[in-house]
């Protein structure tokens, strides 16, 4: 069993900044951090390369049971988690805007998000860990002390995500991420199961006008305050 102390959880739509900010927060915490987007990213590069058709979910459960799926640490605060699948380094390839909109037509599948909220399970049972996704708050880890959802308007997460794309050397139109954006939330808030949502008791903050330092400052904080009263 997990202890609700050792769980920090960080939800929110695409491009409100969690990843740079759960890293920033795991390395302060000392705590690992789990980025669970990249495992659904990870599944769609898998049925993808197997040619396995999404909709097709009994193929999809039936070639799960053969996926080896690893995560390895990023290198540094800055950088991205290694996705290792089937032994092959596939963290480049995974972090296309073609690739997340395939992320996301994975993760409404049931086989998918079962495999995969059972191996966030086990990983959150050996270690202090920052999990980001979806519904790390709500399914994944709901017994955690403490947990975020990160808001921002979409115009400005469209805007942070060329941005990254641009730093990574990458060329992207404004109007197509932002409509990517768009349809991407309305899938991940609209599914059956594990949608995208705030969890009860989580703490939200909306990241439309304050910085990477203002968002992990305030989170740490938050941290602090709980963990002193507990
Ligand atoms: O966080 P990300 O952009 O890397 O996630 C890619 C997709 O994976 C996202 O659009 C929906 C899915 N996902 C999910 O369903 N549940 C999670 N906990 C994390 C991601």
Redesign the pocket.
């Known amino acids: 069993m997990s202890d609700k102390h050792n769980i920090v959880t960080i939800d929110g739509p695409?491009g409100v900044g969690k990843s740079t900010i759960s890293r920033k927060v795991a390395a302060a915490l000392g705590f690992t951090y789990l980025d669970?987007?990249?495992m659904?990213?990870g599944v769609a590069y898998y049925l993808q390369e197997l040619g396995i058709i999404f909709d097709d979910e009994a193929r999809v459960a039936q070639s799960l049971d053969s996926l080896v799926l690893k995560l390895l640490p990023a290198r540094d605060e800055n950088s991205d988690v290694e996705v290792i699948v089937s032994g092959k380094d596939v963290s480049r390839q995974i972090r296309t805007p073609e690739m997340?909109m395939a992320?996301?037509a994975v993760?409404k599948l049931g086989a998918v998000r079962s495999k995969l909220t059972s191996m966030q399970q086990e990983i959150g049972k050996h270690g202090k860990i920052v999990a980001e996704?979806?519904?790390?708050g709500t399914v994944v880890f709901p017994m955690a002390m403490y947990k975020f959802f990160l808001e921002a308007n979409p115009e400005e997460r469209a805007r942070r995500r060329v941005l990254q794309l641009n730093e990574k050397g990458e060329s992207a139109d404004f109007d197509q991420i932002l409509k990517l954006t768009l349809e991407?939330d309305k899938n991940?808030s609209e599914r059956a199961l594990a949608p995208l949502k705030r969890a009860e008791d989580a703490i939200a903050i909306d990241t439309t006008e304050l910085s990477i330092e203002d968002v992990s400052r305030k989170v740490l904080e938050t941290i602090k305050a709980r963990s002193f009263s507990a």
């Open positions: 695409s669970t987007g990249a659904y990213r997340s992320a996301s993760s996704g979806r519904d790390t991407r991940d």
